[in-house]
């Protein structure tokens, strides 16, 4: 079930170099989604303010649940294998810059290094 599963990677999550073991990548609606469709799984590509081209994300778990509150509440749960640019130990506020500023953060190492 996929609940349950959800559930038990919260639970169980810790350090990892694998999202599944490290608990629940989520995204919170931070209005970078397409809203103005109705689509708010996808991002906001035209008309928008700002225009990006990814989405940011956390993992939580029972020893991390902090996240962003976001302006509009909710969010999404992502799945353990989504593709990612690159990851941070924080918010690094890249939501304006292209690729998440992977390629122009120092010390962000490309998902090839994790």
Avoid: M
Wanted: hydrophobic share 30%; aromatic share 8%.
């Amino acid at each position: 079930d996929i609940i349950q599963g959800i559930n038990a990677r919260y639970s169980r999550g810790k350090p990892s170099r694998t999202i599944e073991n490290a608990g629940v990548l989520v995204h919170i609606f931070d209005d970078t989604e397409d809203w103005r469709n109705g689509r708010p799984w996808d991002l906001c590509v035209r008309g928008c303010d700002p225009v990006i081209d990814h989405f940011s994300a956390s993992v939580i778990n029972a020893k991390r649940p902090a996240v962003y509150a976001g302006p509009r509440g909710g969010g999404l749960v992502l799945s353990a294998d989504a593709d990612f640019l690159c990851i941070y130990d924080h918010d690094y506020g890249t939501g304006s810059r292209a690729n998440g500023g992977c390629a122009d953060t120092p010390g962000a190492p490309p998902q090839s290094q994790l």
